[in-house]
């Protein structure tokens, strides 16, 4: 059964570094990506970055100056990493299996979340 | 950055109604588009992807059409259970969500 759960401190303060981490069951890191989406309060969903299979990484140019995303394969865990964080940051941080479906070409879905960490930053 | 506007906001609609909602991209994407559904507290869920294609266990109320810049989702006979917000999302560069399209009992 495929289990993506997201852990991390609730309360920041701006300025700070966020550090989250997904730990993930029933699928291998090597053959799947993970991606990490945020949502602030009562809004819509924002891709933040992936971190493939391969270990390449992709991140959304908005946050890619602040954003680390890495993983640690042996303890199937993908970390999220965020520095300078401001008010706006608050949200819930989801991560999510970012799964190829198909034979000789690859569409990728994200097919499996977690459910959510919420973080707030204040101060 | 491709944006996404999604149609209408919100929807009341009744127990077996059809429900039709829009998703336009500021340029073509293909057919690189996915639907999620969001229920209140909880995470979101893959419904349909690459624009027409309903994922695994997704039952065939639930249907996608469209390609380029515009896109439909459509629920054929809406169920108590389907209430929601659905998104739209590209990925034919990086993933772009739709502003989400909330609906409710009338």
């Known amino acids: 059964q495929v289990q993506l759960e997201e852990s991390g401190p609730g309360l920041m303060q701006p300025s700070e570094t966020l550090s989250l981490t997904c730990t993930v069951s029933?699928?291998?890191?090597?053959?799947?990506?993970v991606g990490w989406v945020r949502q602030p309060l009562g809004k819509g969903l924002v891709w933040m970055g992936t971190i493939w299979a391969g270990g390449s990484t992709n991140y959304n140019s908005a946050v890619q100056s602040r954003l680390s995303i890495s993983r640690d394969t042996s303890k199937s865990q993908v970390f999220l990493k965020m520095n300078s964080l401001q008010p706006e940051d608050t949200g819930t941080y989801y991560c999510?299996?970012?799964?190829?479906?198909?034979?000789?070409?690859?569409?990728?879905?994200?097919?499996?979340w977690g459910q959510g960490a919420s973080v707030t930053v204040s101060s | 950055d491709i944006v996404m506007t999604q149609s209408p906001t919100s929807m009341s609609i009744s127990v077996g109604d059809r429900v039709t909602m829009n998703c336009k991209a500021s340029?073509?994407?293909?057919?690189?588009v996915d639907w999620y559904q969001q229920k209140t507290g909880q995470s979101p869920k893959l419904l349909i992807y690459?624009?027409?294609n309903r994922y695994t266990g997704v039952p065939d109320r639930f249907t996608g059409s469209g390609s380029g810049t515009d896109f439909t989702f459509t629920i054929s006979n809406m169920q108590a259970e389907d209430l929601a917000v659905y998104y739209c999302m590209q990925s034919n560069s990086y993933p772009t969500f739709g502003s989400g399209t909330k609906l409710e009992i009338k």
């Open positions: 029933g699928f291998s890191l090597t053959s799947n990506g």
């Open positions: 690459k624009a027409s």
């Open positions: 340029q073509n994407v293909g057919s690189n």
């Open positions: 999510a299996r970012h799964r190829g479906i198909g034979t000789t070409t690859y569409y990728y879905v994200m097919d499996a």
